[in-house]
């Protein structure tokens, strides 16, 4: 048995506001794995425009989001926008320069305050209005509540709720996450994560394991 089209745009016909993402995002400084999808009542498109903000090319950094991912309406992400030390007002750089006669923006200019890339595991639950800070890794399985600010990175299989974000709990006991995580089914073939679909959803890893 064979899963969805991952590039199909609708995954159910009759609930257009879900879609799947890795065929909707064209641009080049986000990467989305197969099955992640984005559920807005004015539809999926426009993802990267109304959730990735602040997200300028000559920065460098990416927004990475494994397979399997969901992400509720209203969810943010917020890149590494210029903003230095000494001063919050990004323009004042340009401004300044650009009176002066001198060139603006050069590879080195906003490098030092660049946080890195923002990463979100498979099987990672982002709920509604959720912020998530730039250079910010989320672990494998981990569930974002809604409405939380997301400063710091969040473990495989944690709950994190809040503003700022902290550790509600983790979904299960330490050797069950190595086990999941050893385990890494997102990984398999979409024709074995098919056949699998009860061992995936239960709550026997011994059986997950088995089929792996």
């Not at 590879?107 to 250079?135: C, F, Q, Y």
């Not at 509540?145 to 495989?156: G, L, N, Q, W, Y």
């Amino acid at each position: 048995m064979d899963g969805p089209n991952p590039d199909i745009k609708h995954p159910i016909p009759m609930h257009t506001r879900v879609g799947f993402l890795k065929g909707l995002v064209s641009a080049p400084n986000i990467e989305i794995g197969d099955y992640t999808y984005y559920d807005d009542p004015d539809g999926p498109d426009k993802f990267a425009e109304k959730c990735v903000l602040h997200h300028y090319p000559f920065i460098g950094d990416k927004l990475i989001i494994g397979r399997f991912c969901a992400i509720a309406e209203g969810a943010r992400f917020i890149m590494n926008a210029p903003i230095t030390p000494c001063q919050a007002f990004p323009p004042i750089r340009s401004i300044f320069s650009a009176m002066a006669g001198k060139r603006v923006l050069t590879p080195a200019t906003w490098s030092k305050e660049v946080r890195g890339d923002t990463v979100l595991g498979n099987d990672v639950w982002i709920g509604m209005e959720a912020v998530i800070l730039p250079g910010v890794t989320i672990g494998h399985g981990a569930i974002i509540a809604a409405k939380s600010v997301v400063t710091h990175d969040v473990p495989p299989y944690a709950i994190v709720a809040g503003n700022p974000a902290k550790l509600v709990k983790t979904r299960f006991d330490d050797r069950t996450i190595r086990r999941l995580l050893a385990v890494a089914w997102w990984d398999w073939p979409v024709d074995k994560i098919s056949r699998n679909l009860d061992a995936i959803r239960g709550a026997d890893i011994s059986l997950l394991e088995a089929a792996a």
